[in-house]
């Protein structure tokens, strides 16, 4: 017999063995459904090139969403850019991306208010660290788990002091 429970002998360790089966067996069923829910989620990746190109891909692993998002971004331009210098991978939640002049903000957040703090901490440290010639941010656009767009608008910060919800 594969379970013999040698601990306790007679009856006892005859049903201590049915439950290490039972419970064993029960493992096995449900672990191949546990593994699949957790593939059926697909890495998201967003990629922003300084000149403002962008780049979305949704993928089953991490490294077929990058190379989509990456393929993507370069498509979108004539010229050199350095898509794939700063992205972000994801499963769950949704990307924000702001563009400062040359420098990005791109974060990962589990909803829109989060995302918007998150933004606004980084905008303050950077603020902090360039001073006043720091440039303007402009909202580029804001992406769910699934790669779709969810906002997509030119919209300026003024002075950096709060940034625009999603209805503006």
Known sequence: MLFQLRIWPGCMGQRAARRLRTACFALLV?????????EETNWTV??????????????RTQGEAIVGALQRCQATTADESDCGAELVT???????????GDHRVIVTANDSAEADRLALDRLVVLREFYGPDFPVCQHLLQIDARGALTTF???????????????D
């Open 153 to 167: 608008k030119a919209r300026r910060l003024e002075g950096g002091k709060a940034l625009p919800t999603s209805s």
């Open 46 to 59: 967003l990629t922003v090139a300084r000149n403002a190109n962008w780049g979305i891909a949704s993928a």
């Open 90 to 100: 994801f499963k769950s939640g949704l990307a924000l991306a702001l563009l400062c």
């Open 30 to 38: 449900a672990a191949p459904g546990l593994s699949a829910a957790a």
